[in-house]
């Protein structure tokens, strides 16, 4: 393998309580808001195609136009503990706020830079009552920071000429004195999700985005750093030129989501979705197909079932609100969680072949598994495929102490369970206790072929 001075430091999966915690969340919350809430993605009684967030490269938007749009932000419904509340009851145990997005306004005042809060007519701090909204309601905070800032005059994408170089300096300094910045006035902060560092420029910088890691982690020792900040030596990101994975965990499944554990490499992974096809800011016109809370309770079990966290955007408005379908589809998750959560929060992947009736995750404190079903065949028995001799204990439905389901052994390490008649209303979780130890040597000898 190559010599890298600035690529993974780290093999394998970070042991430390931190990441732990991490990795035993399941449920996060995304939130993206910023300017770009005031157009909701129209702007002269057109409608923007693309996202909403990214509504400034479209040209049907007049940069002049949106780079004066902070002097309107002033969402005076903005309620950082409502908000919090909300996270609450969906069940979400870590929120990222996005403190400064790709157009570069900064929801925080910096010292570093005018355009920020404190020249909007609403003037204060948005980051800080919400790291403490979240923190009062036992929810982790974590920050998003764009790299790639539209509104710095020293950004460079690519670093052609000495001029690009001297001025990607300034940029570079100024992007260390924010990331500073954030983790100096909000401490409680669990980690950073740095976007918007594709760019061939950022893609020169290893040694600079090494420093500035470790300097980062002096400050707030533990902070947790996706895959998605650092270049390596040679300008390979999340994965470095040893295809060692490069930062806590793999930042890649932007909305969509691993298929089988191998797709994941055995790492750390969080899943970032939207609620409708492609929108992170506020539209005001969603387009196509938006997901209902069946089909994000999926991708949540999913993700828990091959290691992974699931995290759900919302898009609050220009005035701070969030929009009915977002608040409808919170509640719904909430409710699901509030009956199930034992079979997603400290769960994770165990390798049982997976069936088409859904997806299992085992606990790891109570070494239980959980059968999340979702799909009730048409005979509605369940099979279950274990991966070596275990003595199953007891099978029972989690939210019905009354149902215990008796397995039938149809072949080595294979059983059945026989579901009720009734229709399944919600994805079920069937919770199986097994003895860990190996089981006698019971079950049928394969057949000679
Ligand atoms: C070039 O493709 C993209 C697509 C989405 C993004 C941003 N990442 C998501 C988490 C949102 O912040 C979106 O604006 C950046 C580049």
New binding site residues.
Partial sequence: SLALAHGAHRLGKRTDPMMERWRNYGLGQ?I?WGVYAIPGGQWNGASYGG?A??IRSWKGMPKEAYDNLYKEFDPENYDPSALAKQAKEMGAKYMII?TK??DGFCLWPSEYTDYDVTNTPYGKDIIGPLVEAYDAEGIDVYL?FSVMDWNHPGYRSVLATEEDRSAYESFKEFTRNQLLELLERYPTTKGLWF??T?DEAWKEQAEFADNLATEMRKKIPGLIIGSRFRPDDYGNRHFDSNGDLMGDYEQGW?RKLPETYEDTNGNDWDC?MTIPENQ?GYHSDWRGHVKTSYELIEMLVKSVSLDGNFVLNFGPDAKGDIRMEEKKLATEIGQWMSKNKSAIYNCGHIDWEKQDWGYYTQNRVTGEVNMVVFNKPINSVLRIKTSSKISLQKIYDLNDATKIYDPEEISQDEYIIQLGDEELAEPKVIVIKYDHSKGETKGYEKAKT
Avoid: N, Q, S
Wanted: net charge negative; glycine share 6%.
């Fill in positions: 995304f993206h996202a967030e990214w996005t997005h790709h998003y976007d918007g594709w932007e970032v992170w």
